[in-house]
């Protein structure tokens, strides 16, 4: 067993590696988007600009509304606390020097997390590989190079991991209230920034050694929360607190109108309100965005399938873990319900990934101090090694590139592919701790009996629902269907296949929904069937925005600037404070500058 020196020596020295080889750009090669670096921090300036505009008497949420940034910036959407105690501290820097900072901070967490897993292993190599892939993996260099928030979650985990893994020693009364502490920490660290851990609350609250604890943290929650909503000063654009919980009762407004996927990036008015924090939460609850970097199993399946509709059997894993809570809530044997709910927590981590379907590949950096606690779980024997090497093999497999170097867009159209690396091994790593259990339980068939009818009941009634409705969503995806047809046909130039696309969405417009399928076409870099779409919408709506904004993006991307800026004065003309289309009119004018100067030189040698 290594000393706690050696240890810390070694985590900084992982440390230094990870952040030369960003510092460097030793992966950018084969990243998404590599010919274009300028993506990096996209992920992280929206949290300094959050509290930069809370100081101003702005909405945190307005982030796209500042020059306080590197490039381009993403919509804030951490806890309205996470701005104020946390990113506070870095918006005084300039932004690359704040940027850099992040990072180093995000790995001192990682580093954190590698350290509490290896003072634990006596195997001084199973020490040294807990805090390497903690610390040293591919999603977590995608997660510094966008500068995500996304290192206290990962360190939630592994806190709450630790206190449970504590408890099963028999500790005495000191060693109780620092497991206690590691576990209120962990719970809040989750809440303040990314809520992962609401899947766990209700099995905190069943099991007596946690539901103190969990009730203090969630109390400290609701009081911060709370003065994020009513006081003034720290809601700067509030829409008043009685419309605010009002959305919550009209969760079809919120899906509609407030995910920022689906409404081509526009802030409406609640969106700038602190409670667009937990709103979010159901805007997005069922929407899928097929972009090349989510990496869900939703995604992974429509994308094969071809269907892009949700499907509540996506909920399945989270429903098998919910029933495994019951189930080690009624275990009688302390020791064996402590183990069995170390078991269940890291099964949770697995269903977030396999049941919602925004996940983005930097998200599995999630997994890898899981990786480094499979070491220790295999020690203290929690795990047979079967299930050791399942879990090994699988958090391995997450750790490396996905497949998307080995391909480009022109080559390959179907994401699933890509997908595969992540999705696959996390499949298998979640029917390997489900199997596990269940054989666990194996002795209490009636119990097992129940809790599967409870589940499969569960599952049945919403998808009989959805079935009351099939007629009509086989017309959907037949319109749909043949509208793609269409497109496909006119982007030959043929004119009347682009006339009946006109028809059919002038008369199934709701239906299609066009706007919605232009920005996946766009994503999918199908640039030239996006400009199509958009063109027919406009014939029916012709002051639409956000059509004239798509058709920029597209003509910019393709190389076409000229009439990228045409269409980007467009969508000003009509919403003039429209950022979105404000950076594509930046964009194309920057192209066309840079384009004229290129070619002054050719000028002179005449």
């Known amino acids: 067993m290594l000393t706690k020196k050696s240890l810390v020596g070694f985590a900084i020295i992982c440390g230094i590696l990870m952040i030369l080889m960003f ?37 945190m949420y307005d982030t796209w509304n500042s020059s306080w940034a590197i490039g381009f910036r993403t919509w804030y959407l951490s806890h309205p606390a996470f701005a104020v105690f946390v990113a506070s501290w870095f918006s005084v820097f300039p932004p690359l020097i704040s940027l850099i900072l992040w990072n180093i901070f995000s790995l001192i967490l990682l580093g954190l997390c590698g350290l509490l897993i290896a003072f634990r292993i006596k195997n001084p190599s199973f020490q040294l590989f807990a805090i390497f892939f903690s610390m040293v993996s591919f999603p977590g260099y995608l997660m510094l190079h966008s500068g995500n928030c996304h290192a206290p979650l990962v360190l939630s985990v592994i806190l709450i991991l630790i206190s449970f893994l504590d408890l099963q020693d028999n500790p005495d009364e000191k060693d109780i209230k620092k497991s206690r502490f590691f576990f209120i920490s962990g719970i809040l660290l989750s809440l303040f920034s990314k809520p992962m851990v609401l899947l766990m609350l209700p099995f905190f609250f069943l099991l007596p050694e946690t539901r103190k604890p969990a009730l203090k943290a969630f109390i400290i929650y609701l009081i911060v929360s709370g003065a994020f909503l009513i006081v003034p000063f720290l809601n700067p654009e509030s829409i008043g607190l009685k419309k605010a919980l009002g959305l919550f009762l009209n969760p079809s407004y919120v899906k509609e109108n407030l995910n920022i996927y689906t409404n081509n990036f526009r802030l409406f008015p609640e969106m700038k309100d602190n409670i667009i924090h937990w709103l979010n939460l159901i805007a997005q609850s069922d929407a899928i965005f097929n972009h090349v970097q989510i990496f869900s199993l939703p995604s992974f399946v429509a994308d094969l399938t071809g269907n892009f509709s949700p499907n509540l059997l996506f909920k399945v894993p989270i429903l098998i873990s919910l029933s495994i809570s019951l189930m080690v809530y009624f275990e009688t044997d302390r020791n064996k319900q402590l183990k069995l709910a170390l078991i269940n927590i890291i099964q949770y981590v697995f269903s977030y990934f396999l049941s919602y379907p925004l996940v983005w590949e930097y998200q599995y950096s999630s997994f890898a101090p899981i990786l480094g606690f499979s070491f220790l779980l295999y020690e203290r024997k929690v795990f047979p090694k079967i299930i050791f090497l399942t879990l090994l093999m699988c958090l391995f497999l997450i750790s490396l590139p996905s497949l998307y170097f080995l391909f480009t867009m022109k080559i390959i159209s179907k994401f699933w592919i890509i997908r595969s690396t992540r999705v696959i091994p996390t499949i298998i790593g979640f029917l390997a701790l489900t199997i596990y259990i269940f054989y666990e339980f194996r002795e209490q068939k009636k119990r097992i009996l129940a809790t599967c009818s409870g589940l499969v009941f569960a599952i049945l009634v919403p998808v009989y629902s959805n ?26 130039g043929n004119r009347d296949a682009e006339d009946q696309a006109y028809e059919l ?27 199509i779409t958009c063109q027919i919408l406009l014939k029916i709506q012709s002051e639409n925005a956000e059509a004239y904004n798509n058709i920029s993006a597209a003509f910019c991307s393709k190389g076409d600037f000229e009439e990228g800026l045409k269409a980007g004065l467009e969508a000003l003309r009509i919403n003039p404070d429209f950022s979105l289309a404000k950076n594509n009119v930046g964009w194309a004018k920057k192209a066309i500058e840079d384009k004229k100067k290129s070619a002054q030189p050719k000028k002179d040698e005449k």
């Open 467 to 492: 079935h009351l409705n099939n007629e009509s969503r086989l017309l959907e995806n037949k319109i749909a269907e043949q509208f793609n047809t269409l497109i496909t046909q006119a982007k030959t």
């Open 505 to 531: 969405a002038k008369n199934s417009g709701k239906i299609l929904g066009l706007l919605d399928y232009s920005h996946w076409q766009y994503s999918s870099k199908n640039y030239e069937g996006c400009i």
């Open 23 to 59: 510092q460097f750009g030793t992966l950018d090669p084969i990243l998404f988007g590599k010919s274009n670096l300028d993506g990096r921090g996209t992920d992280y300036f929206s949290a300094p600009i959050a509290f930069k505009n809370l100081l101003s008497g702005r909405s």
